[in-house]
């Protein structure tokens, strides 16, 4: 018998979500801001910024919602970008003459934007564990 996974928005799930929703907030003001008002100074470097802000707000609906598949894509996306635009932030200076959320892996995020995506994925595989390799149902703790 196997046991359903389980909801990847409760318990500590909460405060993942929460921390994505901080984020989402704050990289897509950001990214609007960037790209309504000063686009031309570094095209590349703010709609990357909106991009990951989108990112994070379906990440966060995902997590929130329980949409197990959706948020292993969005989150998977997420750990991507960051890797890939931290990289080329530091190699490629002239496409990102202004920072971005994923610039440097997050530097100006505390790197909280290289961090969150491995504890997201963590999170989702933890909570995606419904039963062990033999069928059995989970351990429960004692007490």
């Known amino acids: 018998m196997s046991a359903a996974p389980r909801s990847t928005g409760s318990g500590p799930g909460r405060l993942v979500v929460a921390v994505y929703g901080i ?3 704050a990289a897509t003001a950001r990214g609007v801001f960037q790209v309504t008002t000063k686009l031309d100074e570094a095209p590349v ?5 909106l991009a990951a802000g989108v990112v994070y707000l379906v990440a966060t609906f995902a997590l929130a919602t329980g949409r197990r598949t959706l948020a292993w894509v969005t989150v998977t996306v997420e750990l991507a970008g960051v890797l890939v ?4 932030s530091l190699v490629d200076v002239a496409d ?4 971005t959320v994923w610039s440097a892996f997050g530097r100006g995020y505390g790197f909280v934007p290289l961090v969150l995506p491995l504890v997201g994925l963590w999170w989702l595989w933890r909570t995606g564990r419904g039963a062990d390799a033999a069928g059995q149902a989970p351990r429960q703790p004692l007490g």
Do not use: H, I, K
């Open 23 to 25: 984020l989402a907030l």
């Open 45 to 49: 470097a703010y709609v990357l910024s």
């Open 85 to 88: 635009v931290g990289l080329l």
């Open 96 to 99: 990102f003459p202004d920072e």
